[in-house]
């Protein structure tokens, strides 16, 4: 990050050395002040697109129509932006034109008050048009200016706001949240991808639960995932979720995540149970709830939500498998050896161990079936889970079997025996087979 910041300043001081001034501006300054490290730095500058791209002749300009130019310096990238102000706004995205202006419009055109810092690369000055520096101090995001226009110019700033309000853990002032629950609507106008994006960013932060709170009373979730709603007042048997609804359970369960997960994983959470509020059904006379099948249910709605929010296969393959076998655990201490082994060997079956132990945290505290893989875990560590077969098909051809269907459930019924250590050789695995057939 020193480089990187040596490289910015050094862009900088060039563009001043040509008496333009230039600052680093938006989320750099602000997580600066925060004390926290920066992922990025971005320039604002009074140089024009032409006079960027003069100075710095091997830059891309990605963006010159909105005064946007991607310098590279050092091996690095950043994008440095002309002062400027937008025009109308035609589809709650982007600016139909921009007019060139000063840093204090420039600042007054940003999304929110905590965004629209400036600092000065060359002196560390702080230049604050937007008293920023206060709401920073006093953890608030407050759009700039009128939140009802910040909101309907860009609907993506909806999502934004509880984006930073969870990665901070900073409250949304009340003007501001009140624009964002009347405005939830916009989001309609906003490409699903890019609304992907910033859930994709709430669920990833440690924060993720509050931030679906505040996707939902913001009601922001409608038009992101509104199955999420159906959880909420979905009663279950308190014999085995003493706390509370699905909603409550599934909160719970995204607060517990431990470490750095996936997005699969986080989105696995999310909708282990989203099959739950379709497959309810309440037994008077055992005075039980059931959610049969849910978790087939629950596979079924989840690929549908994911393919709507276009994720990616491999995203939507990995969550679908984890809600799908979340309920498997239940039964993995009555598998026999070589199906716990095969259970184990799945490609989402570490990341499944997480959620099964923030589900059960999360509801009866249960741990009966984690520790009993963590111990298999152990037991099998000394050699691969599945190993490579003893027999192939050709080995079939061979020993006079005409091939056919029948051949994959006999070369699985001969590893089955090996994964359960009765086979350890070539030969043994001939002669069982001679044996049985």
Not at 104 to 124: C, I, K, S, W
Not at 199 to 213: P, T, W
Request: hydrophobic share 40%.
């Amino acid at each position: 990050m020193h480089n990187f910041l040596k490289a910015a300043q050094k862009i900088a001081h060039t563009l001043h050395l040509e008496g333009h001034t230039c600052y680093f501006a938006g989320g750099c300054v602000r997580d600066t002040l925060l004390n926290k490290t920066p992922n990025d730095f971005d320039l604002a500058t009074s140089a024009t697109p032409k006079q960027v791209l003069k100075l710095f002749p091997k830059s891309d300009p990605i963006g010159a129509h909105f005064g946007v130019i991607l310098v590279r310096a050092h091996g690095l990238s950043f994008e440095v932006a002309t002062f400027r102000t937008d025009g109308t706004y035609s589809d709650n995205r982007r600016p139909t034109s921009v007019t060139y202006s000063s840093p204090q419009e420039d600042a007054a055109r940003r999304d929110f008050t905590v965004n629209g810092l400036f600092q000065d690369p060359l002196t560390n000055e702080i230049i604050d048009f937007v008293n920023g520096t206060v709401d920073l101090e006093q953890k608030i995001i407050r759009a700039i200016g009128n939140p009802l226009e910040r909101f309907q110019e860009d609907a993506l700033r909806l999502m934004r706001a509880i984006r930073f309000a969870t990665k901070l853990n900073f409250e949304i002032e009340p003007a501001t949240w009140t624009a964002i629950c009347e405005n939830a609507h916009l989001l309609e106008h906003i490409a699903i991808e890019r609304i992907q994006a910033e859930f994709n960013q709430i669920l990833l932060h440690k924060a993720r639960a509050r931030g679906l709170d505040l996707m939902i009373k913001s009601g922001l979730i409608r038009y992101c995932v509104p199955e999420v709603l159906d959880l909420i007042g979905c009663e279950q048997p308190p014999q085995f979720h003493p706390e509370g609804d699905v909603y409550v359970h599934t909160k719970i369960m995204l607060n517990m995540i431990s470490g750095e997960p996936t997005l699969e994983l986080c989105l696995a959470v999310l909708l282990h149970d989203i099959g739950k509020p379709a497959t309810y059904s309440y037994n008077p006379a055992e005075d039980r709830i059931r959610f049969s099948g849910h978790d087939q249910v629950g596979a079924e709605m989840a690929e549908v939500i994911l393919r709507r929010l276009k994720y990616s296969n491999k995203t939507i393959e990995e969550v679908c498998a984890m809600v799908k076998n979340h309920m498997n655990f239940m039964n993995v201490r009555f598998m026999k050896t070589s199906k716990v082994k095969r259970f184990m060997a799945r490609p989402t079956y570490q990341q499944e161990m997480e959620l099964h132990r923030v589900d059960c945290g999360s509801s009866n505290g249960i741990t009966e079936n984690y520790d009993f893989l963590r111990a298999k875990e152990e037991e099998f560590a000394a050699e691969p889970l599945i190993p490579k077969p003893l027999l192939s098909g050709k080995d079939l051809i061979a020993l006079g079997y005409k091939p056919g269907p029948e051949f994959k459930p006999l070369l699985e019924a001969i590893q089955n025996e090996q994964l359960e250590g009765k086979l350890t050789t070539r030969e043994q695995a001939i002669s069982w087979l001679a044996d049985k057939h």
